[in-house]
């Protein structure tokens, strides 16, 4: 399963340097505006410490390769400017794209450079994250007021249609205010999400802030005023604020992994930042790994929180939901502890699960299918 995320931003904060960091996809990077013209697509792992200890398990001594983490799907998008929801700069193609996505990565600058021009020709991160909000809540608007107008025509005849017209009014209130519709809470929760999920509204999906930040704001760019005051903004709407120097991704993608290491512990840092937006994001949507271990391989699976055992299945091969019996589970830390699942079954650690069982975090899982 791909999570798709639109890495976003004004021209010249940093947005192509970090997609460059975590892909190694040799994104156009360069210090004027609309440097990225294309979408650009790149596939990064997990990181999942989980796969290491499972494969002393079950891969030691054989050449089976290295265990398989899950991924998530990274999009560098076009740069925006104040009018794209006009057609301004990229600004069609910039919606255009990031309709595609699930979810977004704001990059936002927060770092001084006369070197690097800021298409704005101030460091304001607090103000480029509004300029973004706004254009996608104006985006929005235009999608929302056709959508109305036929919504309108057909009330009399249809109970449905006349039934949503309160909610979007309230809704084209709270973004002409420039408010993203993700923090718009009126209405029932399951009509509100079916309907965000019908129109396709930019503002609902959800938001990660990227700080770029110098080195010497890392790992947490507490003493970086910048970074506390896009804080401010994301707790408002319930987002996440991710400190990030794109520069020292950049760096560390060219080491090796000795390297990188070495290079980690003389800046003070445990692990690259990036890994903390990989998970944050995995969280932020919802979304959950499940495991299968064996003497040919250990692999991580993604799924949705919620999902039971014979959607599952169907991730590994669609057959496998079509067919699926009952699993064996047993958590991974159990499995561990038990160092077998002999071991784990002697333990009574092993259970079977049918087709109402909800997968849980960490689960390994051995699907039983007829056929």
Not at 115 to 139: K, Q
Not at 181 to 208: C, D, N, S, Y
Not at 242 to 258: G, K, M, N, T
Request: with cysteine; net charge negative.
């Amino acid at each position: 399963m791909a999570l798709g995320v639109g890495i976003v931003g004004l021209p010249n904060v940093g947005k192509s340097t970090l997609f460059n960091a975590i892909t190694k996809a040799g994104a156009v990077a360069a210090n004027y505006p609309f440097a990225t013209i294309d979408k650009n697509v790149g596939i990064v792992s997990l990181p999942d410490e989980r796969l290491g200890i499972l494969a002393t398990l079950y891969l030691k001594g054989n050449r089976t390769p290295s265990p398989v983490p899950t991924y998530v799907e990274f999009v560098d998008i076009a740069g925006l400017v104040k009018g794209a929801h006009k057609g301004e700069g990229l600004g069609n193609q910039f919606l255009a794209n990031i309709r595609e996505v699930a979810a977004i990565a704001h990059v936002v600058r927060c770092f001084e450079s006369e070197e690097i021009v800021h298409v704005e020709g101030r460091v304001d991160p607090v103000g480029d994250a509004i300029t973004i909000n706004l254009e996608l809540a104006l985006a929005d608007l235009q999608s929302l007021e056709k959508r109305m107008d036929r919504l309108r025509k057909n009330a009399r005849a249809n109970k449905d249609d006349a039934a949503l017209l309160p909610l979007i009014e309230r809704l084209l209130e709270h973004l002409s205010a420039g408010k993203p519709a993700r923090t718009f809470t009126e209405g029932e929760p399951e009509v509100r999400a079916k309907f965000f999920k019908e129109t396709g509204l930019l503002t609902a999906k959800p938001m990660i802030y990227v700080a770029n930040v110098p080195d010497s704001d890392l790992p947490d760019g507490a003493n970086n005023a910048h970074v506390i005051g896009l804080k401010k903004l994301a707790a408002e709407e319930g987002m996440d604020v991710v400190p990030i120097s794109a520069q020292i991704e950049a760096e560390l993608s060219e080491l090796d992994p000795e390297e990188a290491l070495v290079f980690l512990n003389d800046l003070g840092l445990s692990e690259p930042g990036l890994n903390r937006l990989v998970r944050v994001a995995y969280r932020m949507l919802g979304l959950q790994t499940f495991l299968t271990a064996g003497e040919k391989e250990v692999r991580a699976w993604t799924i949705r929180q919620g999902d039971k055992a014979p959607t599952a299945a169907g991730v590994i091969h669609t057959d496998l939901e079509r067919t699926f019996v009952r699993a064996l589970v047993i958590d991974w830390q159990k499995l561990v502890e038990a160092g077998s699942i002999a071991a784990a079954r002697e333990h009574g650690w092993l259970r079977t699960e049918g087709k109402d069982y909800v997968m849980q975090e960490g689960d390994v899982v051995e699907f039983l299918c007829s056929g």
